[in-house]
């Protein structure tokens, strides 16, 4: 399983995931679910993944190696001109793959179909963000859903939903960020510890924060605590029904 | 779709359902999801229903029609000597309907699949609850697991985690599962107002609370008002991430 969030704020993109990956409950391991392309003073670019990890591997490195090797004629993550065109590249090289490794079945269906979120800023554009489907279509976060989730998404969802503010500070946002995962990682064993930060000030084209929040982080464990005491202290304090 | 939840606390049996169906969001009605049946002094028995409506209807007329067609040779939920005998009735008419519409299907495959969460007391027994699968098959609440769920489960799961005490009064629980409803109603627009509320207070063999908060519900509606806000000061009064 997966829990991954990016959030579209007025300050920048901010990008949590988790690293836990199972085939299987006896078969559970750490890889690390973001990928990045930065080219200071032209594009800062982040991308998380969720499903299958042969295929969201082989896309990234795909990805990789394409950018690297100049092909003047199709855009690449590097070479592309927009972030439409990036997630373009992005959702084509997961179709692609996707198709390659089970051809009869629609990729939605697929046990190798994987979902990415895609985040970045490219030349003078606004900061961007995207939910890639296995299909290699996508939809574009706006004013009104300012934020992408992918993997396990429901317990994390209903603070997000009623917190986030496109206003807010990134501090605030990892703060918010936290909170979600905590409920999700005390719900679903597939999700948990270490999770990976990442951040993308607006127009500063680069990742300012690469920051990794390991199982024994005083800062999310403080945050896991307090969060656990004050809901159970704002419950105590709503009425209790009266029959 | 549905979110049903039942506690097994120390002073008896609480159940809740909400009332919307939808054969997709252009199809929406409302539909009460709670069947009981009581015998004063010797039993009292709730059922909730989630899943298909043809089969969870039609599950729950077999029981009263049995119930009251009286064959002495085989138990019926009326006449069930335990709470495991009256989950046995329950899951074997289940299956017996889920197998009847959709014969080639597994049952947890089916599109007419059901599951149901049986609760109550009958005779000397202690109160007892339990889950019953699409299959007829079925688990019971413990000490460890003292609630089940059923439907869109995910939303309001967090919070009853955390603050679910068996020995908390039925005001209590109320108000717990009014704040679980509000974090799922407020998500899945196939979960809505009006909630049923059903409660079994242990060795007294009776339903005492039948209630339905409508939408309206100036209860239900104070606790979501006051619970949003304090889940806001309290995800403000938890210090900021420093980067």
Redo the contacts between chains.
Sequence with gaps: MTYCVALKLDRGLVFMSDTRSNAGVDDISQVLKVNSWEVPGDRAIVLLSAGNLATTQTVASLLDERAHAADPLSPSILTAHSMFQAATVVGNTLREVVTSISPLIPPSASPFGATFILGGQVGTEAPRLFLIYPEGNFIEAGDDNPFFQSGET??G???L???LDRAM????A???L??SFD?TI??NAGVDLPIDLRVIPANEHRIS?KRRFERDDP?FN??SR???K??????S???????
């Design positions: 429901k317990y969802r209903p603070m939903v009623r917190a500070t990134f501090e605030a990892v703060k918010l936290c909170v409920s005390r719900a924060e800062y403080r945050v307090e969060w656990s004050a809901l159970n202290e704002a419950l304090l709503l009425p209790d029904f009266n029959f």
